[in-house]
Each structure stands twice: as structure tokens, then as C-alpha cells.
């Protein structure tokens, strides 16, 4: 399967999961609002998604996706099993233990995330952040499990099940939502056991596609066992040490946006969750499913000591990025209003809210580009097993962002959040490819300059039609039509991208010249 083929089938699988996800925002905002338990929601489930994503798509899977693209290369099968056996060991027992100081300490965890809510004022808040926080924390274990099966089954090539199953944990989620509420004093905590349910259902799913592969873990529970026999297992955990860090700095910033979102005005949190749902379709379906595809490939490339190949494949993916994620950026600012009106504006959402939201995915927008392009560019050096780089520029990338904030924040209040995660996004992903390129590792093609010379008319026609559509349609008056304003915002969508890919495709592009990757 080509490189293009296979990110089109992790990125169309990942849409399924995205629209999925959305819908589930969309009865979240119309069901709660975007009131102070609806900020508590947000609060306590983004605790187990940061660990999820420390222990998990971070730190671990920079970690062991290239160690066990090199033993699957070199060892035989029965090898392969027993490091599988003793990572998951390892990581189960690691991820048990985390999950039980959390629950205890959940009151301590919600207060260094969201002090702003230990306030008098805000007692009702707090407490619900922590019952949700204790409840949902048991999901970094089944995620964390999640995010090891995805790991060979990307490696194995089987990219299809671990990019569906997230769709898994919105029908939870969404289904919890409908039928749950009434089972709880307060509604909202009916998402939290909703996050459960999902958590469970994702890891059986993915578990049993290991079992297809006769790769399922076997369980001993001779700990040290698994630690002192195996030289493998302790380069992953090596390796994870400095991946733990440049992730934990990527969350602590994000730990540090939520503190202060709790802050200011009510709904800030929820009004920067729905900004990021949006964001999340772009970076998902192109940065998220290109990084997928491209870190085991270019672990395969670096053990055969292809060079070429290796610079030609991170080539291919910054071309695929700034071909979708320039049009994308564009949209979402340009579209902003209509899309959260259309998305959100219902029940007891309001126009005020629909506003603030508005800021937030402006905001977001302006580092796109730069969230897109680090999913490309960090692999990079993970592949090559160097993760100390990648952690290196993640520092200075915190401190600079925490200077936006400082700067941004007094006068834009949430977006300058927003606006200071992107510029942080786009100073990591120059940085990252300047080293790339002064290494070595990456060569700039010839064929760049004709490049943007047939991509800017393109943007440029797109954007023209997205702008004089948008100035004629009152999208919050329409709030009493939405089957007529989903209606709109989809033939203002679909005309802006008939216009942008005929204008490329008169300029000269062709799909085929994205499509020269193998697997």
C-alpha cells in the first residue's frame, strides 16, 4: 500500500471518529452550556488526556514504535512476543500505580490544574471536578494499553482499527449523554462514566486485533522478570525518560492555560474545549494520520540506512501539509462564525458564547500550520531514536509560550491562550525543520518555488469566494433555521474546495504527484 493510500485510510477513518466527536460536542454545548459545571467536565477529563498522552501517543509511542520496528526487522517471532509480553507488563503495572495516586489525590490534581476554582464562590465546581476526575482517571490505563496496541498494529501496517477505534469513546460519550443523566444528583457526571465505558470498549477492540496477529501480550507478573531480562525493554524506557520530559512540557503548557482560563470569566474552559474541537479536525486528519503513517516508515528507512528515501519522505508530508492545512487555516478564519453558529448555537449555548468561541478558533488559527507541520517534522528525529532534540526545542517553546501569555493574555483573555499555544506550535516546527535541514537529514527539492507559485492563486481564488460568501449571511439570526444553516455553511464548504482544487488543478497539480510513497 502506498504512503498516500495509507494516510487517506488512517485520515478517513479518523474523520468518522472527528464528525463523531463533534456531535458530541454539539449535544454537549446545547445539553449543559457553557456554564461552571460544564467547565468542571472539561477540567477533570483533560487530566487523565494529558496523562493519556504523557504515558501514551507521547512519550511511549515515540519510544517503541521505532524499538519495535527494529526487532520486528531483525528477531524472530517468538522474540518479538516476549518483548511484547514485558512492556505491557511493565506499562500496565507503572499505569495501575499512577491511576491509584490519582484517585487519591484527585483533590490536590484538580487544584494544580484549575486553582481559580478553589474559590469560595466556586465550591460546587470544584467538587464535581473532583468526583468526575476520580471517576474518569482508571481511563489512562485503558488508553495507555490503547495507544501500546495501536503501536503494533501501525507497525504491523494494520492502520485501520486504531484510527477507528476513537469513534468508540464518542458513541459512549454521546450515548451516556442521552440515556445516563438521570441516574446521577448532577447530569453533567453522566460523561464522565460515559468516558469509561468508551475507554473499555476501545481497548477490547484493539485487543482483539492483536489477538488476530497472535501478538496479544501474556501476562506473568514477574515484574522484575521483565525488567532485568530484557536489554530492549530497558532502551524503551530509556528512551522514554527524555520523551517524558519534551511531552510533559508540551502538557505543562497546557496545565498552565487551563489555570489561568480558570481565571477569567466562566466558560472560558469550555469556550477553548469547542475552539480545540474544531482545530482537532485539521490536525487530525492530516498531521495526526501523516505522523501515523510516517514514523514507521521512516524507522524502516533508517535501518535500511536510506537516506534519500528518509529525506524524500519528510519532503512528502510538509508538501501535504501546506497543500491542505493552508486551506484549512484559511477557513477557519475566515468561516469562523458560521461554523461554531452552525455547530453550537443551540439551547443554552448562546450568541455571547458562540462570540467568545469564535475568538478562540481565530485564535487557534494562526498556528495550524505549525501543529500540523511538528507532526511531520518530530518524527523526524524519533525515528532516528533521537528524542533529546525534539525535548531540547519542546523547553524553549514553553518558556517562549508562557512569554506569549504573559503579553497576549491581558488584553485578549482566552484567545490570547489560544494565539499563544499556536505561535508556540509554529516556533517548534521552524525550529525543527532548521535542525533537520543543517543536519542533514532533510534536502530541500528543487521543485518548491514551483510549488507555492501554483499553491498561492489557489488560496488566493478560495479565499476570495469564503470571504464574500461569509459577509453576506447572518449566521446567528438563523439560530430558528438550522437544517437551512447546516445547508449553507456545507454549499459554502463545498464551493470554497471546488474552487480551490480546480484552481490547482488548471496550475498543473495532479494527485499522482503525491502518491510515489511505498510502504
Known sequence: MGLFRSAATVSSLTLVSRVTGLVRDILIAGTFGAGPLTDAFWVAFRIPNLLRRLFAEGAFAQAFVPVLGQARTDWPHDEVRRLLDRVALLLTATLMAVTLVGIIGAPWVVTAIASGMRTASRHTEFEAAVWMTRLMFPYIICMSLVAFASGILNTWRHFAIPAFTPVLLNVSMIGASITMTAWFDAPIYALAAGVMIGGVAQLIVQWAALAKLDLLPRYSWRIRQAWTDSPAVRHIVRQMLPAIIGVSVAQISLLINT?????????????????????????????????????????????????????????????????????????????????????????????????????????????????????????????????????????????????????????????????????????????????????????????????????????????????????????????????????????????????????????????????????
Open 259 to 519: 489555570n489561568i482560563a480558570t481565571w477569567l470569566a466562566p466558560g472560558s474552559v469550555t469556550w477553548l474545549s469547542f475552539a480545540d474541537r474544531l482545530m482537532e479536525f485539521p490536525t487530525a486528519l492530516l498531521g495526526v494520520a501523516l505522523g501515523t503513517v510516517l514514523l514507521p516508515n521512516l524507522s524502516a528507512a533508517f535501518a535500511r540506512d536510506d537516506t534519500a528515501q528518509y529525506s524524500a519522505l519528510i519532503d512528502w508530508g510538509l508538501r501535504l501539509v501546506l497543500l491542505l492545512g493552508l486551506p484549512a487555516a484559511m477557513g477557519l478564519v475566515l468561516l469562523s462564525d458560521g461554523l461554531v453558529s452552525t455547530l453550537f448555537h443551540y439551547g443554552e449555548f448562546s450568541s455571547a458564547d458562540v462570540a467568545q468561541t469564535q475568538l478562540a478558533v481565530m485564535a487557534y488559527s494562526a498556528g495550524l500550520l505549525g501543529l500540523l507541520a511538528v507532526k511531520i517534522l518530530a518524527p523526524g528525529f524519533y525515528a532516528r531514536q533521537d528524542i533529546k532534540t525534539p525535548v531540547r526545542i519542546a523547553v524553549g517553546v514553553l518558556i517562549a509560550t508562557q512569554l506569549f501569555n504573559l503579553i497576549l493574555v491581558p488584553t485578549l483573555a482566552h484567545a490570547g491562550l489560544a494565539l499563544s499555544i499556536g505561535l508556540g506550535a509554529t516556533l517548534n516546527a521552524l525550529t525543527l525543520l532548521f535542525l533537520l535541514h543543517r543536519r542533514g537529514v532533510y534536502k530541500i527539492t528543487p521543485g518548491w518555488p514551483v510549488f507555492f507559485v501554483r499553491l498561492v492563486p489557489a488560496l488566493g481564488a478560495m479565499g476570495a469566494v469564503v470571504w464574500w460568501l461569509n459577509q453576506s449571511i447572518d449566521w446567528i439570526a438563523m439560530a430558528s433555521e438550522p437544517a437551512t444553516r447546516a445547508a449553507m455553511l456545507t454549499g459554502v464548504v463545498l464551493l470554497a474546495a471546488v474552487v480551490y482544487l480546480s484552481t490547482l488543478i488548471l496550475l498543473g497539480f495532479r494527485v499522482r504527484h503525491f502518491t510515489q510513497g511505498r510502504n
